[in-house]
T-cell receptor, first 116, second 112 residues
Framework: DAGVTQSPTHLIKTRGQHVTLRCSPI?????VSWYQQVLGQGPQFIFQ???????GRGNFPDRFSARQFPNYSSELNVNALLLGDSALYLC???????????????FGPGTRLTVT | DQQVKQNSPSLSVQEGRISILNCDYT??????FLWYKKYPAEGPTFLIS?????DKNEDGRFTVFLNKSAKHLSLHIVPSQPGDSAVYFC???????????FGTGTRLQVTL
């Protein structure tokens, strides 16, 4: 079975531009989460989606938005890009939404975004 | 506020010896603790987890220990192998927020 896939692998954008990153979860997985990993830091939680609804949001500005489609794939959108948005953006999928019990998340290889 | 901390950015261990990676946390509400391994150009890969109600979990060469009174957990790898060379992230899971909080990572190098 294919793992979590993300596209594009790399991209370069200019300050002020908009970017869309895409993620396809593992087949059968209904939950998708997005993380930002800045160089030298651990991944930081941005969003979690389950059954096309936002179920969690990290401490990120409104320039960041996301959505999940009926096939459970997801897009992360970032508007008005800043230099500080340069990072590796990771997508993770899981079978279902976890509650009190942890449900394992499987990560994709990430999209490396460079803002110049 | 860094709720999950890995104070050692790097660790070098000889092949066959034990690798011990450490992690401290501040939030006593975490429900699960996890270790992820990351190679360059790949996403993090889940290694092992432990519930907050346990103090030890073992899976093959990997053992995680949790000391709740000290808010400290550690990952032991025995014996260490060259293929274990990677960045290891400690992460904590909160059921109420349904999210993972990661530490900054420790780069492990296993030498021959």
């Amino acid at each position: 079975d294919a793992g979590v896939t993300q596209s594009p692998t790399h991209l370069i954008k200019t300050r002020g531009q908009h970017v869309t990153l895409r993620c396809s979860p593992i087949s059968g997985h209904k939950s998708v989460s997005w993380y930002q990993q800045v160089l030298g830091q651990g991944p930081q939680f941005i969003f979690q989606y389950y059954e096309k609804e936002e179920r969690g949001r990290g401490n990120f500005p409104d320039r960041f938005s996301a959505r999940q489609f009926p096939n459970y794939s997801s897009e992360l959108n970032v508007n008005a890009l800043l230099l500080g948005d340069s990072a590796l953006y990771l997508c993770a999928s899981s079978l279902r939404l976890a509650g009190g019990t942890y449900v394992e998340q499987y990560f994709g290889p990430g999209t490396r975004l460079t803002v110049t | 506020d860094q709720q999950v901390k890995q104070n050692s950015p790097s660790l070098s261990v000889q092949e066959g010896r034990i690798s011990i990676l450490n992690c401290d946390y501040t939030n006593s509400m975490f429900d699960y603790f996890l270790w992820y391994k990351k190679y360059p150009a790949e996403g993090p890969t889940f290694l092992i987890s432990i519930s907050s109600i346990k103090d030890k979990n073992e899976d093959g060469r990997f053992t995680v220990f949790l000391n709740k009174s000290a808010k400290h957990l550690s990952l032991h790898i025995v014996p260490s192998q060259p293929g274990d060379s990677a960045v290891y992230f400690c992460a904590a899971y909160t059921g109420t927020a349904s999210k993972l909080t990661f530490g900054t990572g420790t780069r492990l190098q296993v030498t021959l």
